[in-house]
């Protein structure tokens, strides 16, 4: 072998490994990329879980917006909770007030923000939440029919 056929050999390895390397690094950052958008979600739907176990009164009087910030896993989220007491024939996307002691939905709406390699980034969900305790349900009948039950 002479010595320009090593040179092209070291040279073609070398483009080989940087290709190689390149591909790592990316790989790494999309991962890590992907694991803030799971902690984002874990902390929106802590949020919104929090909100579904507080009695209905509790939560109506949280009506507004509010934000936090979280430090996680050396990035901060910050989370903006929306809490809408609205008619409950009105969509996801629209809130008209109830009249004075009529029945009402609440809306929860959580975004969770947070910045990664220069970038912005944000997940949002949202839930509506009835009054349980305005819930009533009589029937005379079993409701297992003719099968028993008893």
Known sequence: MSLIEVIAS???ITIG???LLSELASNVKQQSLEKSQATALHVANGSLESAR???YGSLTDLAGTSTTTTPLN???YTTTRTVQV?????SPNTCTPPAGGAVSTVHATVQVRWSFAGREHSVQIARSISDKSMLSVTSANSPLGSCGGR
């Open 74 to 76: 050396g990035l901060t």
């Open 86 to 90: 609205c008619s409950p024939t009105d």
């Open 10 to 12: 070291i040279a073609v």
């Open 53 to 55: 176990n507080m009695s």
């Open 17 to 19: 490994l940087f290709a």
